[in-house]
């Protein structure tokens, strides 16, 4: 069992660009959360989804900021329109069901120029 | 609002002593409480998950307390080496479908 697979593991975009971000979670999971986490911050939750379903989306911007987990292939998180600030480290987790640990994957970098 | 609060961002610890780092939350009533190591530029690795109905947990050199009156967690490891050397973060959470809210972490550093 490969684990948590993300990728890009590092992206660079230009402002105004989209970035499309990829989780395959642990074969068995079916429950997936994406994080943002700034340098020297914590991990900040933004979206947490079980197939084709969102569960919870409160961390999550409301502008310019989708994510998906459909029936078949990975989870996306995507980006319109990037700006500088979007810069941050996104991971993705994934756990079998509630009240479990949850598995990391090693997360993209997203640099916005 | 729901606050987690981990001691001091740094604490520095002599190799084979035990570490002892504490987790507070103000304005939640957890189910339960999960401990992560994070390593600079990987993700989080979950070490323990301990129940409100559980006092304390073991795995290895690890130990955890949770104690729903006093509303902390404490994280211990005993005869701590370099390799501990990590940010360890605490996330208490309710049942259900509800996501983990992490805590800033806290960076431990052991010296040989």
């Known amino acids: 069992n490969a684990g948590v697979m993300q990728n890009p593991r590092h992206l660079v975009r230009r402002r105004g660009q989209e970035a499309r971000l990829r989780c395959s979670p642990m074969?068995?999971?079916?429950?997936v959360y994406w994080y943002r986490q700034l340098p020297e911050e914590g991990l900040k939750f933004m979206v947490y989804?079980?197939?084709?379903?969102?569960?919870?989306e409160s961390g999550m911007p409301k502008e310019r900021f989708s994510a998906e987990f459909p029936k078949e292939g990975p989870s996306i998180l995507r980006i319109q329109q990037v700006v500088r600030g979007d810069s941050a480290a996104y991971f993705c987790a994934s756990s079998p069901q509630e009240e479990y640990g949850y598995t990391f994957g090693s997360g993209t970098r997203l640099t916005v120029v | 609002s729901q606050k987690i609060e981990q001691n001091s961002e740094a604490l520095n610890i002599q190799e084979g002593k035990t570490a002892t780092l504490t987790c507070n939350y103000t304005?939640?009533?957890?189910?339960?409480l999960q401990w992560y190591r994070q390593d600079p530029g990987r993700g989080p690795v979950f070490l323990l998950l301990?129940?409100?109905?559980?006092k304390e947990k073991r795995k290895e050199r690890l130990k955890v307390t949770f104690d729903t009156t006093l509303k902390q967690s404490l994280f211990h490891i005993t005869a701590s080496q370099p390799a501990d050397s990590a940010t360890y973060l605490c996330?208490?959470?309710?049942?259900?479908?509800?996501?983990?809210?992490f805590g800033k972490g806290t960076r431990l550093s052991v010296i040989a």
């Open positions: 074969k068995g999971h079916s429950h």
């Open positions: 304005n939640y009533s957890p189910a339960y």
């Open positions: 996330a208490p959470s309710y049942s259900g479908n509800t996501p983990l809210v």
């Open positions: 301990i129940r409100e109905n559980e």
């Open positions: 989804l079980q197939k084709e379903n969102i569960i919870d």
